[in-house]
Every structure is written in structure tokens, then in C-alpha cells.
């Protein structure tokens, strides 16, 4: 039972870094903008959150410059690919080269250095642990906390709103949306700089909410995870949810068990969370185009394709 209590009490704080990044694709490739930049978009969320923490600032404002770090090289891919009209897959993994690579420069002198986070909902609260539900929620933080209240907005906005609406029709007919007096190249970038806000966000919640340190390569491929949890969601924020809590569970198995001191092959059992990515990519692959996917997703749009 105790295993059990503190696995359950830790999943959230596995998944948020997913459900962030993957309702940041959602909206991203809701307008028809393949983005595969999620691992360096919260690589570089991830260092600029703890450099804030490190240089003075305090948690929440470090999460506030990760946001904002990783818009900033999300307009880079958004200029590339809505404004230059670049491949969408190429410019993705170039995003993931530079956020690999300017963290990998600036962030080494910061690596290694511990720093207080941001507290949690027992502490901000005075939540004690001597009920089961006092142990399950006193260690949560208040990003998780709020967490499903934005998939309700994000699910709202995008089925029961005009602007909601006018994104997604950019996803699956731009030259309909276009006749219709939508302004193509504004939706998608501001859809790309979303996406960068809350991958930004997902990178900041690692170092600061969830490790306390800046670590090179702390993302570890959750960037790739987050892409295929997209996939399983359909596209979905309420999917992404729970598809979230499923990858964060098995994110969070080999913690648990090595806290309790059990005999069993961690290196293998680490790979779990990818088995899973590799095996949702897999069944997507044999079903052909998955239910929900934008129709014109990762197709560069001429405004002349109209006609």
C-alpha cells in the first residue's frame, strides 16, 4: 500500500512536463504546423528557468523566462516555416539542434548547481500527511494543481469558441479559411508562439518544480514522447490528459522502486515510457491517418492553392 500511495502521489509531477508540451503541439499543429522542436523548446525552457533561479530570481518568475525563452526560438521556426514557408519536419529538428546546442554552451558553467523550487501544496497550505489524501495531495504543486483546468479551457476555446473555430479551420482547409477573411500567417504563428509558451513552461517545470538543478540533457527525449502522446491524444486535450497520466506512470515506476530498494533491471525498466512512445507510433503507423489529425498538418499553404 505504501508503494502503491507513493506512486500514485508522484505520477502528476511526471506528467505535467508531458501535458504541458504535448497541449503546446495541440494548438501548434491544430493550425496545420507540424512541430517536432519539443525537446530543444524545453531544453532551452529548462536551462533559462534554472539560470533565472541561479541568478536571483525566484521559481515562478523562473518559470515565466522559460516560457518565454522557448517563444523566442519558437518564432524562429515560426518565421521559417509560416513566413519563409521551410519543410516543417526539417526546421523542427533544426529547433531541436539549437536548443540542444545553446544549452548544451550556456547552461554548462550553471550545471550541477542545486536551487529551491517551487513549493508544494502541503507546504503553501500547511496539507498534512496523516490521511491517504493528505499524502497524495500535499506533495503536488500548484502548476499541477491547475493543470486540468487548463485542458477544460484549452478543450473549450478550441470546440466552443469563434477564434477556437477559426484555428482549426486553418488546420484543415487554409484556403477555405483564407476566402473566409482569416489571416493565415497570424493564426499560425501565434499558434507556434503558444506552442513555445507552454514546451517553454514543460522545460522550466523539470528543472524547477520537479529536479531542483540544471542537468545537460535533463529533457531526456521527453520532447519525442510529448510528440507521440499528440498522436495518442488525437489531437485531443482531454486525450492528452489522460495519455499523460498513462506515460507519466510508467515514468515514474523506476523512482518508486528504488526508493522501496527492489531488485530489478533498472536500466531496462527506465526504457518503459519509450516502449510505449515506440509502440503508439507503431499501431498509428498500421492504422494509416490517425482520427483527428489536421488535414493539411506539416503542407506548407500558397495562398494561390485557393484558386
Not at 268 to 290: D, E, H, K, N, Q
Request: glycine content about 12%.
Amino acid at each position: 500500500m505504501d508503494f502503491l500511495i507513493g506512486w500514485l502521489a508522484i505520477i502528476p509531477s511526471y506528467a505535467t512536463p508531458l501535458l504541458l508540451a504535448s497541449l503546446g503541439l495541440i494548438i501548434c499543429e491544430r493550425a496545420g504546423i507540424l512541430n517536432l522542436g519539443a525537446e530543444g523548446l524545453m531544453a532551452i525552457g529548462a536551462m533559462a528557468g534554472a539560470l533565472t533561479v541561479l541568478s536571483g530570481g525566484n521559481a515562478w518568475a523562473a518559470l515565466g523566462a522559460g516560457a518565454m525563452a522557448a517563444a523566442a526560438l519558437a518564432l524562429l521556426f515560426g518565421l521559417a516555416t509560416v513566413v519563409m514557408r521551410a519543410d516543417h519536419t526539417l526546421a523542427g529538428l533544426s529547433i531541436v539542434a539549437i536548443g540542444l546546442g545553446v544549452t548544451g554552451v550556456l547552461g554548462r558553467p550553471y550545471a550541477q548547481k542545486t536551487f529551491p523550487g517551487i513549493e508544494t501544496l502541503g507546504d503553501i497550505f500547511g496539507i498534512g500527511r496523516d490521511s491517504l489524501m493528505g499524502r497524495i495531495i500535499s506533495v503536488q504543486d500548484p502548476v499541477t494543481a491547475v493543470l486540468p483546468v487548463v485542458v477544460v479551457a484549452l478543450w473549450w476555446y478550441l470546440h466552443k469558441t469563434r477564434a477556437g473555430l477559426r484555428l482549426r479551420a486553418v488546420g484543415e482547409n487554409p484556403a477555405a479559411a483564407d476566402v473566409a477573411g482569416i489571416d493565415i500567417q497570424l493564426t499560425q504563428l501565434t499558434a507556434v508562439l503558444a506552442s513555445g509558451v507552454l514546451c517553454g513552461l514543460a522545460g522550466a517545470y523539470l528543472s524547477v518544480a520537479t529536479s531542483h538543478v540544471w542537468v545537460e540533457g535533463m529533457v531526456a527525449a521527453r520532447g519525442w514522447v510529448a510528440i507521440a502522446l499528440v498522436i495518442f491524444a488525437r489531437w485531443d486535450p482531454a486525450r492528452a490528459l489522460v495519455g499523460a497520466l498513462l506515460f507519466g506512470a510508467a515514468d515514474a515506476l523506476v523512482p518508486r522502486l528504488q526508493a522501496i530498494g527492489a531488485d530489478f533491471p533498472v536500466y531496462l525498466t527506465m526504457t518503459a515510457p519509450y516502449i510505449l512512445t515506440l509502440g503508439v507510433l507503431f499501431l498509428t503507423s498500421l492504422r494509416g491517418r490517425t482520427s483527428g489529425e489536421p488535414s493539411f498538418l506539416g503542407r506548407i499553404y500558397l495562398r494561390q492553392d485557393k484558386h
